[in-house]
């Protein structure tokens, strides 16, 4: 026998609205869920967050949901605890395990019960909460979940131990403290891979001077540092964001405030890309002559031969004339000597070739220029320039200026000095 269609629809929408109309008794006060908020599963950063806006009204509610869920935890963790004493020994093991369990699961809906009542008395005061502490504290101290104080000292140490073994607090604390050091161990130990194969890469370049690789690998080292810093602190939770701005923020300012600087820094680059001296190098720069012996981004330290230390700004050297006195292997010995007007010409030229072609010091590629150069007011003067290895200028400099003396004094070629001739007339 066919039913009537209007049977049909009516079965069909009975069904459609039952899910409905179960949700609605459940909402009902007293007839199930009392908050919204009472999830095992929610974090305690997110509680604290969704407590803080409830009046103290709402807060009783929520604090009276998460009482019953701690209670009927409690009640089943104690139960279980009744049965591994009363079990057989052999039936000790999944019981102990499911014990564990309840354990840890009692432990973490205190942490949330501890948390809801600190909401509520911090709007409703410490009276309002006097009682929920008391039940909260025997039941956690009756199961086992907190040890017993003795003393307030000792009660303290105990608040402390179970702070420090809650996987939401102590625990996620200490493992995010053991990252960052972790991290910063593994970053330092990178930048220092990196700067050791920075190294070697500019090595490589025979025309990289030693300023330019240490700038290289001092400038890898400390980034490398500086983003494994980032990253540390970005696993304890920290925003970086507004660090950042900040930094960005100070820099302008002191860029702005140290301009002088910063133009010796951009002409420290300068220097480190086109090499015009390296450290070792002999020098006159700025009108400062001497030996280099350290460099920075922003000024160039300096000894004289005299060994004074004179440090120069960058922006100076690199906005003046930079002359690189041993900056070649070798270097042309600029000498003069003069003979008297009636001495032998060739004789003195002899002489003098004589003299740098016995000098062990003097190159023979190039050869070595004597000739005659011009007819001064005193003497006939000779330029005389040998060759030289840049390191021993100075020796053979003076070994020949000391030769010419002797070996002019021993042919009998007269050096003469300034003189004038003075004419008296007599007057009438």
């Known amino acids: 026998m066919k039913k009537p269609l209007w049977t049909l ?9 039952l899910p409905f ?28 967050n969704q407590l803080l806006p409830l009046t103290k009204e709402d807060l009783e509610k929520e604090v009276k949901a998460w009482v019953d869920l701690f209670k009927a935890k409690a009640a089943a963790y104690a139960e279980l605890k009744n049965k591994i004493r009363k079990a057989q020994a052999e039936a000790k093991a999944p019981l102990q395990k499911q014990e564990e369990q309840l354990r840890k699961e009692c432990i973490s809906l205190l942490d949330r019960v501890e948390a809801a009542v600190a909401a509520l008395e911090a709007k409703a005061g410490k009276d309002a909460v006097k009682d929920l502490h008391a039940y909260v504290d025997t039941v956690s101290r009756g199961l086992g979940l907190v040890e017993n104080p003795v003393t307030s000292v000792s009660n303290t140490w105990t608040k402390i131990l179970a702070w420090v073994k809650s996987p939401e607090k102590g625990l996620k604390y200490a493992t995010s403290i053991v990252v960052f050091l972790l991290l910063l161990l593994a970053f330092r130990i990178l930048a220092a891979v990196l700067a050791k194969i920075t190294d070697r890469t500019v090595r490589a370049f025979k025309t990289s001077s030693d300023l330019l690789r240490d700038f290289f690998v001092n400038t890898v080292r400390r980034v490398t540092i ?22 960005g923020a100070v820099g302008f300012v002191v860029g702005f405030a140290l301009q002088g600087t910063l133009s010796n820094f951009a002409s420290g680059i300068m220097i480190l890309l086109y090499r015009p001296y390296d450290i070792g190098d002999f020098v006159n720069v700025a009108g400062v002559s001497g030996t280099v012996s350290a460099m920075s981004l922003v000024s160039t330290t300096i000894k004289t031969p005299d060994n004074q230390t004179i440090i120069v700004p960058n922006n100076s050297i690199w ?23 009636s001495d032998d010409i060739p004789k003195a030229q002899k002489v003098l070739e004589d003299i740098l072609a016995k000098h062990p010091k003097v190159l023979k590629d190039p ?7 011009e007819l001064a007011d005193s003497s006939v003067n000779f330029v005389v320039r040998p060759w030289v290895k840049t390191s021993d200028y100075w020796d053979v400099y003076w070994d020949v200026t ?27």
């Open 319 to 341: 906005g003046g004339v930079i002359t690189n006195i041993t900056g070649n292997d070798t270097r042309r010995v600029d000498m003069t000597f003069g003979i008297d007007y």
């Open 21 to 48: 109309s179960s949700a609605a008794a459940q909402e009902k006060p007293g007839a199930g869920k009392t908050s919204v908020t009472v999830n095992p599963q929610v974090s305690l950063d997110d509680l604290e």
């Open 402 to 428: 000391r030769a010419v003396k002797e070996r002019f004094d021993a042919e009998g070629i007269s050096i003469p000095f300034p003189q004038q001739d003075i004419h008296l007339h007599k007057a009438d």
């Open 226 to 247: 500086l983003i494994g810093i980032v990253v540390a602190l970005s696993v304890l939770g920290i925003n970086i964001g507004p660090l950042v701005a900040a930094i």
């Open 9 to 17: 629809w009516a079965t069909v929408a009975l069904l459609f609205l």
């Open 367 to 373: 050869a070595p220029v004597v000739k005659l150069h």
